[in-house]
């Protein structure tokens, strides 16, 4: 009886121990930049959203631009990790300094589809941080087959994603930086070109795709894929709630 009551003990100590751990895990703070009209993201981020929110402890704030104008930046001061889905704004003055302070500060970033000219005038963004060298898109019509070109075992960020084909116009993406490690590319007739891949800048991770078309987001390949890409950049291991 003493035995069988130690163990009763040492079992609820311990479920006790794990449920005060989790309790002190901090939801991840996200801020999701909302700014790419052909693509809709205003529609398509907040399916995202609502997805990592209901597979992971987070708290997202959604900055949408209104033009060429990007309300509530000061959430960049206190966020975990940033979601950049914009499409050439042109901002200036003290909004441009602080997406270029956060972009360049070696933070956790992830970046959407036209993320790599999501700033018309911040360009460089594509090279100097994503390691991209975007070079416009094959034409729309084909499906994109989404290949693997690595162990996916040894990847988290596809844990969970199976293969699945896009809608979206193929990226051109050749001559990416040396230090990228490519984890799914995507072929058309006669061409295949790099969708995703990780890199450090800095002190950060960075994760980007160059997915992203509407009907991307109704996959759940591909959510699996962006809330792994979240969860890594912001160095959280994976945790379902």
């Known amino acids: ?98 997406i270029k302070k956060y972009c360049t500060s070696g933070k956790p970033l992830v970046g959407i589809r036209t993320a790599s000219h999501g ?11 994503f390691g991209g060298n975007y070079k416009g898109h094959y034409n729309v019509g084909p499906l994109c087959e989404i290949n693997f070109p690595v162990d996916t075992k040894k990847r988290p960020i596809l844990d969970g ?24 590319t995507g072929s058309i007739p006669d061409h295949t070109e790099p969708i995703a891949w990780t890199r450090m800048y800095k002190e950060g991770r960075i994760f980007y795709t160059s997915l992203g078309a509407q009907s991307d987001f109704q996959e759940e390949s591909f959510l699996r894929l962006m809330t792994n890409g979240i969860l890594w950049a912001a160095n959280r291991a994976p945790r379902t709630k």
């Open 119 to 129: 700033i018309q005038s911040f360009l460089e963004i594509d090279k100097e941080v």
């Open 1 to 98: 009886m003493k035995k069988l009551a130690f163990l009763l003990f040492a079992l609820a100590a311990a479920l006790l121990s794990t449920s005060q751990s989790e309790a002190r895990i901090a939801p991840l703070r996200c801020v999701f930049i909302s700014g790419s009209a052909e693509y809709e993201s205003d529609k398509t981020m907040p399916i995202l959203k609502k997805y990592l929110e209901a597979k992971y402890p987070s708290l997202v704030t959604m900055i949408s631009a209104k033009g060429d104008d990007l309300p509530g930046l000061e959430a960049l001061d206190t966020c975990n990790v940033v979601v950049l889905f914009t499409r050439r704004l042109k901002l200036e003055g003290d909004q441009l300094a602080r």
């Open 161 to 184: 994603v199976k293969p699945f084909k896009s809608k979206g116009s193929l990226y051109k993406n050749t001559g990416l930086a040396k230090d990228m490690d490519v984890l799914l």
